[in-house]
């Protein structure tokens, strides 16, 4: 069974920084894109970035460039997202999803919930 | 960037059919395939894959959710409805990066 566990999330002040972690489980890692996607409180989905399956290709929305990045180790297969220079727009939960060789997200975590608030 | 359009709500009656639209201002085909593909989340839980490249069922999904559409206009249909089917369903294109809709919330009359 595809299984996807985040962990990381948190309370943090604007302009810190927070790292979140995706466990990976059930299926090769190695063999797929990942990628994050987030969801306001009320509001619909966002994609935010993804990585290819060699970690190889980044993609990132224009409004965390510079901010955010994406990474991953596939020895662990685990899936990170460093997120610096937090904003209040970034408060969200932010949930890891499988991307397949089409670009679908096949698979997604139950999510982490970020607060940024000071 | 492209961005998806979709109806904020429908409300359907048990039974029947549903059908929520997505529009793109852009073309989403390449190659023979159309990349859009559709999610329902329920409140409190993790978006769920439903179709992908606009028609294929994604596994363990039942027959009764169905794709269609090309190049700008989709639809996704649910015949019949049932009450377990109350949620948001998301179209998002994945034909240059990825762009969600805003979801529809399918309600029961």
């Known amino acids: 069974e595809v299984q996807l566990v985040e962990s990381g999330g948190g309370l943090v002040q604007p302009g810190r920084s927070l790292k979140l972690s995706c466990a990976a489980s059930?299926?090769?890692?190695?063999?797929?894109?990942m990628a994050w996607v987030r969801q306001a409180p009320t509001k619909g989905l966002e994609w935010v970035a993804t990585?290819?399956?060699?970690?190889?290709?980044?993609y990132y929305r224009d409004s965390v460039k510079g901010r955010f990045t994406i990474s991953r180790d596939n020895a662990k297969s685990t899936l990170y997202l460093q997120m610096d220079s937090l904003r209040s727009e970034d408060t969200a939960t932010y949930y890891c999803?499988?991307?397949?060789?089409?670009?679908?997200?096949?698979?997604w975590g139950q999510g982490a919930s970020v607060t940024v608030s000071s | 960037d492209i961005v998806l359009t979709q109806s904020p709500a429908l409300a359907v009656s048990l039974g029947q059919r549903a059908t929520i639209s997505c529009k793109t201002n852009?073309?989403?085909?390449?190659?023979?395939?159309?990349?859009m593909h559709w999610y329902q989340q329920k409140p409190g839980q993790q978006p769920k894959l439903l179709i992908y490249?606009?028609?294929n069922l994604a596994s363990g999904i039942p027959a009764r959710f169905s794709g269609r559409g090309s190049g700008t206009d989709f639809t996704l249909t649910i015949d019949p409805v049932e009450a377990d089917d109350t949620a948001t369903y998301y179209c998002?294109?994945?034909?240059?990066?990825?762009?969600f809709g805003g979801g529809t919330k399918l309600e029961l009359k």
């Open positions: 990585i290819s399956y060699d970690g190889s290709s980044t």
């Open positions: 059930g299926f090769t890692f190695s063999n797929y894109g």
């Open positions: 852009q073309n989403v085909d390449y190659y023979g395939n159309s990349y």
């Open positions: 998002q294109q994945s034909r240059n990066l990825w762009t």
């Open positions: 999803a499988r991307s397949d060789p089409r670009d679908v997200m096949d698979a």
């Open positions: 490249l606009a028609s």
